[in-house]
């Protein structure tokens, strides 16, 4: 007589439709963000990658000035539901000089 096998104590097996939908929450919010950052002046022609994980916005790539950069980020925080920004964005104009 087979033993049925036991669901594990810990919930470590679920299946997929019992996973937290913060996956659509984050899409959504990256949408917003980058909808907002394509509408905007500053912001239009930037290289700016937009990723959200659990309602926090990573911005990623290179900008023209430093005043784009915080143009960015003060974009991203004005999406209603944004815990945090982390601006990653680096400056694109800035290049050592070699001697």
Partial sequence: MPWPWPMPDDHSFRALWDEPQHHDEDVRLAALVAQRLSADWTTRRQQITVMVQNSVVILTGLVGSAET??????LAWDVEGVVDVCNALRLANTRRSRR
């Fill in 69 to 74: 950069r915080r143009a960015a980020s003060e």
